[in-house]
């Protein structure tokens, strides 16, 4: 049997293209019907599907490796569907000696206690980021930091859940996603203060200069999904951020309170006036707080309006 490469291209007869044929496992010239190699072993899958979900579906390939589990996904599971192979309703005994093995095979799949702390974190990491709806990418980097952070042992003695919770904060800075602590302490059962401590004690025990925030455009994103406005109010919120990036008046200062004023200002200029009361209420800030950005932004820079002359309807008809 020869290799794959050593396989003619053309033919030596009409130097035509080869074409396989599957059914028969021949090379076999489309020309002039010369068959070169017959017998040929086929290395594709014995399966054929019908779509690409079908495909899926019936491949053999596990899923790729994964820091959301102690084990990185390599792992087999027992059915506890309590049938066969063949789809048979297992008897009585069958039943309880599957369920023996799936217990036994749960708890061997944590060799001691520090994987089976690691499990359990990794698990609330997950729960906590599936009630938030959080993208895949933040669980993962969540997870990932975990273990650098598990590394020189600083996680024992901590609770599971404020390690998750503070783990899922971290990464939603590092991945540009906008989740406030209070949200994510609140989906957690937990105090504000209590996973802030406990961000603040992963920020130094990593060594991390510097964690990056949320962009103040998903902060604007985000306030205006909830508030339902406009796109267009959202579009001119955006630019008015972004034309006041560099001004100081953003250091030190809350983004939300500053997506507030961005997202009242700009409702104003284009007539479609939000009540401070309901952006303050959706933000989670004060009207006080909404008064004061928006007069350090009006201290800061002119909002100059410019009016375009309306076309006449002879004017369209040219």
């Known amino acids: 049997m020869k290799e794959h490469g050593a396989f003619p291209d053309r033919c030596p007869y009409c130097s035509s293209p080869i074409i396989g044929d599957r059914e028969t496992g021949e090379l076999v010239c489309p020309t002039c019907g010369a068959v070169l190699e017959e017998s040929l072993e086929f290395e594709g899958p014995e399966w054929k599907a019908i779509d690409p979900e079908d495909k899926l579906r019936k491949s053999r390939a596990g899923p790729p490796l994964t820091y959301t589990q102690h084990d990185f996904g390599l792992t087999t599971s027992i059915d506890t569907s309590g049938t066969d ?120 025990g990593m060594e991390l200069e510097h964690v990056p925030s949320a962009s103040m455009a998903n902060h604007i994103a985000k306030l205006s999904n909830i508030l339902g406005i406009s796109p267009r109010v959202e579009r001119l919120a955006a630019e008015l951020s972004g034309m006041v990036s560099e001004a100081p008046i953003g250091s030190g200062k809350s983004p939300a309170g500053l997506a507030a004023a961005y997202i009242y200002i700009a409702s104003t200029l284009l007539n479609e006036h939000i009540q401070q009361r309901k952006i303050s209420e959706n933000a989670n800030i004060t009207e006080v707080t909404i008064r004061k950005r928006c007069r350090e932004i009006f201290d800061s820079y002119d909002v100059i309006v410019a009016l375009k002359p309306k076309r006449s309807s002879q004017g369209k008809n040219k």
């Open 85 to 204: 192979f063949q789809g048979n309703r297992l008897n009585g005994d069958g039943r309880a000696n599957a369920a023996r093995m799936n217990m036994w095979h749960s708890r061997m799949r944590t060799v001691d206690s520090k994987e089976r702390s690691m499990a359990n974190v990794l698990q609330k990491i997950s729960d906590i980021a599936k009630s938030l709806n959080l993208p895949p990418n933040v669980v993962e980097t969540a997870a990932y930091n975990f273990r650098q952070y598990a590394k020189d042992g600083q996680t024992k003695g901590r609770s599971a859940v404020v390690l998750a919770a503070a783990m899922l904060y971290l990464s939603c800075k590092q991945c540009d996603v906008n989740r406030s602590l209070a949200e994510i302490a609140q989906k957690s059962g937990l105090e504000r203060k209590v996973v802030g401590k406990y961000y603040r004690q992963i920020v130094r």
